[in-house]
């Protein structure tokens, strides 16, 4: 057994400071009215007696719990699966341990979690959340706004186009300020169809995300916005829903190949899904990119260049989306704003925009395509 150490006090601290003990919650709790020469004072002995903030005792001065909740909508199989929320959770850590927050994970396995992750929020255990992998018909937007609790989300909301929840509560779309940072994902998905049309090849598939979500609707789009330029172009069997997973995007592909054995080549709706197709396209006998040619989206690295071959893709900054969500909730709440919690920040002049921030994607070409 090791004998504890017993913690020095606030009444500690200002004694060794010569101060009053309200002085010292002042200055530790960030708080004005102290005089400099004071405050400097209650800054030494803090250091020189080591004395460390009860965080439940600061909490009920400042009401900040210097934490924040990230929940993504997904099931823990998936979220510790896919390289994609590693990348996001990466710039997310970066950005709230930069500013001395915790960060809280939460996950949805289920409709029975939604509830849980909804009383956690409103329970006054966070300062706020960071939101992300909705689907369309999920009910987390409404319960985060009954719960009052300052949100970011990321990607684009999908709740309704007149802003409003299905279901008996409301969503966070009803307000025209909620914010969200995603990429282009429309113009991404131009950029790597006119890619390919570029090249030559004619029978151009796609192989979707899950349309339940506004990601893959967007890059859905952007495919049909150069599919519907070309002649002859518009066959639907070249579009095969799939799930943003490798196991979607080789099943997906096997349908692709019965459906339309002459396709010359995919776009693919994530990395993870152009993975899968090109185990199953080597598995046909096709050689990518000779007779199919393969473009995937996200640029996932080390998934991207370790695929066989190297895969074409479109990039967008997972780690900067994550950090700059975290980056705008931090600063709404600094500046002490109502219940969304935040405007997104152009980054030329650090002002915000109404709604949200959307980054830009490239095109980056390797030997898949």
């Known amino acids: 057994m090791t004998e504890a150490v017993s913690r020095p006090t606030l009444e500690a601290v200002a004694a060794r400071a010569g101060v009053s003990r309200a002085t010292v919650s002042r200055v530790v709790n960030g708080g004005d009215g102290v005089r400099e020469p004071l ?27 210097d934490a924040v909740a990230v929940v993504i909508a997904e099931p823990e199989t998936r979220v510790f699966a896919d390289p994609f929320f590693a990348l996001q959770l990466r710039g997310i850590s970066k950005e709230l341990t930069a500013h001395d927050n915790q960060l809280v ?5 289920g409709r029975a979690d939604h509830a849980r ?4 929020l409103a329970g006054g255990h966070v300062d706020g959340a960071l939101v992300f992998s909705l689907h369309l018909d999920d009910p987390l937007p409404g319960l985060i706004h009954d719960a009052g609790v300052p949100t970011v989300f990321g990607g684009r909301p999908g709740w309704g186009d007149d802003g409003h929840a299905a279901g008996p509560t ?3 779309g009803e307000d025209p300020d909620v914010v969200y940072v995603d990429c282009d994902n429309r113009g991404g998905a131009r950029a790597a169809v006119r890619h390919l049309v570029d090249l030559g090849r004619t029978r151009i598939a796609h192989l979707t995300g899950a349309l339940d979500q506004t990601s893959a609707v967007d890059r859905l789009d952007g495919y049909r916005d150069v ?5 002859g ?3 639907p069997r070249l579009v095969v829903e799939s799930d943003f997973t490798l196991g979607g995007g080789e099943r997906a592909m096997r349908e692709l ?3 339309c054995p002459d396709v010359d080549a995919v776009f693919a709706a994530n990395d993870l899904t152009a993975l899968g197709a090109l185990r199953v396209l080597r598995a046909s ?21 370790e695929a066989d071959p190297p895969l074409t893709t479109v990039r967008q900054d997972i780690e900067e989306m994550g950090r700059l969500m975290a980056r705008l909730l931090l600063r709404g709440l600094a500046d002490g704003r109502d219940r969304t919690g935040v405007a997104a920040v152009r980054e030329d002049t650090d002002q915000p925009p109404a709604g949200g921030v959307i980054l830009p994607t490239t095109l980056i070409r390797r030997a898949s395509a």
Do not use: C, I, K, W
């Open 39 to 65: 405050a400097e004072r209650v800054r030494q002995a803090v250091a020189e007696l080591g004395y460390v903030p009860n965080q439940a005792a600061r909490s009920l001065v400042t009401r900040r719990h």
């Open 105 to 109: 994970l939460l996950l949805t396995e």
């Open 117 to 120: 992750v909804a009383r956690y």
């Open 170 to 172: 409301r969503s966070p």
């Open 227 to 231: 599919m519907g330029e070309l002649p």
């Open 233 to 235: 172009a518009g066959d």
């Open 257 to 259: 190949l019965d459906r």
């Open 285 to 305: 006998g096709r050689r990518v990119p000779e007779d199919v040619a393969v473009v995937g989206f996200d640029d996932m690295l080390p998934v991207a260049m």
